[in-house]
């Protein structure tokens, strides 16, 4: 069974930090390009980051370019997002999605809360 | 960036009749980096439809998708109860993908 499961989320205060990970399974990770998509609190779908199957492209929505870096590590099938100066506006549930250009297996999300 | 506007934002149906879900984008999208998503509550999203108008594995037949240049549609041709939900579309046609805000349908 194809399977992504994050972690790593929890609550933050402003201008901290948090990494997150997922872990994948049921299929071969190297072969995919990987994203995170996150959603804030009763809003709509955001897709964050993406990194290419050996690591070496990555791409970036504007909103985190510099605080955010994707990484993966094909031997341990997993991704990761580690997140930098992390603001309100970061609130939210991230998931993790194998991105075959359309993101068609995504984990069940894993939720940033940044708050003082 | 490529904005995908839905509409309508809520959609009030009773169970056996036909959605018709729309989103128009920006600027034109190739048919090939054009989707639709479901979700329901405390769910990740699933991929219904890529390349405009396939249907992803396990899909039903009931829906379906349509569209080219700037305006596409998902179509549930008689609705079921599990298919109250919040549908996004999606494009990949740019390196920044982006998504629709949603249209939620609910049950009338």
């Known amino acids: 069974e194809v399977q992504l499961v994050e972690s790593g989320g929890g609550l933050v205060q402003p201008g901290g930090s948090l990494r997150l990970s997922c872990a994948a399974s049921?299929?071969?990770?190297?072969?995919?390009?990987m994203s995170w998509v996150r959603q804030a609190p009763g809003r709509g779908l955001e897709w964050v980051a993406n990194i290419k199957q050996d690591g070496r492209d990555k791409q970036y929505v504007d909103s985190v370019k510099g605080r955010f870096t994707v990484s993966r590590d094909n031997a341990k099938n997993s991704l990761y997002l580690e997140m930098n100066s992390l603001g309100a506006e970061d609130t939210a549930v991230y998931y993790c999605a194998r991105d075959s250009g359309d993101f068609d297996t995504w984990g069940q999300g894993t939720l940033v809360t940044v708050s003082s | 960036e490529v904005v995908l506007t839905q509409s309508p934002a809520t959609l009030s149906l009773s169970p056996g009749e036909r959605a018709t879900l729309s989103c128009r984008a920006s600027q034109s999208v190739s048919n090939y980096y054009f989707a639709w998503y479901q979700q329901k509550p405390g769910q990740a999203p699933r991929l219904l439809i890529y390349d405009t108008s396939n249907r992803a594995a396990g899909i039903p037949a009931r829906f379906s998708g349509s569209g080219s240049g700037t305006d596409f549609t998902l179509t549930i041709s008689s609705l079921e109860p599990e298919d109250f939900a919040v549908y996004y579309c999606h494009q990949r046609y740019t390196w920044r993908k982006t998504f629709g805000q949603g249209t939620k349908l609910e049950i009338k």
């Open positions: 049921g299929f071969t990770f190297s072969d995919y390009w």
